[in-house]
């Protein structure tokens, strides 16, 4: 069975910075993309990057390529973001997601976290 765990999230003043990990169990991490999405009560859930098995190939929603980034390291199944330059309108719940091919679809995903709240204060 597949577990996704998110953590990191938290209250952080627009500026601030925070990283989140999620950290994968039940699956072959090191042949899976993992990819980010958040959502706000009301809205669709949204695409926020994504990395391919090997980290050598990385997408970001338009909106947030130069603050945030994403990374993994196989050895320890985990998948990060790092979130610089946080606004009150990145306050969302962040997700991690997994899937063998490449997909910023959030339909495409089948595996995800219980994600984490991020909450930035202006």
């Known amino acids: 069975q597949v577990r996704l765990v998110e953590s990191g999230g938290g209250l952080v003043q627009a500026g601030g910075s925070l990283r989140l990990s999620c950290t994968a169990s039940g699956l072959t991490f090191s042949t899976n993309v993992m990819a980010w999405f958040r959502q706000t009560p009301g809205k669709e859930r949204e695409f926020v990057a994504l990395i391919s098995w090997s980290g050598m190939r990385t997408s970001y929603a338009d909106s947030l390529k130069g603050r945030f980034t994403i990374s993994r390291d196989n050895a320890k199944n985990t998948v990060y973001l790092q979130m610089n330059s946080l606004k009150p309108e990145d306050t969302a719940v962040y997700y991690c997601?997994?899937?063998?091919?490449?997909?910023?679809?959030?339909?495409?995903?089948?595996?995800w976290g219980q994600g984490t709240q991020v909450t930035v204060s202006s």
């Open positions: 997601a997994a899937r063998e091919e490449v997909s910023d679809s959030p339909t495409s995903y089948n595996d």
